[in-house]
């Protein structure tokens, strides 16, 4: 008996820390990114730019992005794996729509990218201490790497939130949005 309340307690914490990170992330991106315009890469970076020039909030925009990646998911990485995603990716977007009605911190883009990034830097932490994944980049970058079996996943993530990065400049035509979101990244 003593064996399965340990495995609870682990799964309860687990799960403790994959809220915690998903939440951190969102509270990143309401309070201080979205507001200026930094797109840092990831889904959210995407989702920052559609949802600024479509009426469709940031959160519903990050689910949707993942739809597609995660039926490949299925194919590649099996349905236990895709399961937990859409869990994570539910939740995240969920968390992101809940708090949608907070206002923007601060206009002071600097402070914003520093904060921002801090913040979802945290939230990484945890979130890497869940062992789970919410989609994006992560699911973007892992299923990538099934076939460029070369490359490592850290480069994937360059190479994809780099993208998103220039996306957002070209797209809010503010080289200076851009490099903030290095910032935020950083």
């Not at 998903?22 to 309070?31: D, E, G, M, R, T």
């Not at 994006?136 to 079996?149: M, N, S, W």
Request: a positive charge.
């Amino acid at each position: 008996m003593g064996k399965y309340e340990f495995r609870f307690g682990n799964e309860l914490r687990r799960l403790l820390y994959f809220v915690i990170g998903n939440s951190c992330y969102a509270f990143a991106i309401q309070l201080f990114l979205a507001g200026n315009n930094i797109a840092a890469g990831g889904f959210s970076g995407i989702a920052i730019v559609l949802s600024s020039v479509l009426p469709v909030s940031i959160g519903t925009f990050i689910f949707l992005l993942n739809i597609p990646f995660l039926l490949i998911s299925l194919f590649i990485k099996g349905k236990r794996y895709t399961l937990l995603t859409l869990c994570g990716s539910t939740i995240y977007a969920t968390i992101l729509n809940a708090i949608s009605f907070l206002p923007t911190v601060t206009d002071n883009r600097l402070v914003a990218a520093v904060f921002g990034g801090l913040i979802y830097g945290v939230g990484a932490v945890f979130f890497l201490k869940s062992g789970a994944s919410n989609g994006g980049t992560d699911l973007v970058a892992r299923l990538l790497q099934t076939h460029f079996r070369s490359m490592s996943v850290g480069k994937m993530f360059l190479v994809v939130d780099g993208s998103v990065v220039v996306f957002a400049m070209i797209m809010f035509r503010d080289f200076e949005a851009g490099l903030y979101a290095i910032i935020t990244i950083y």
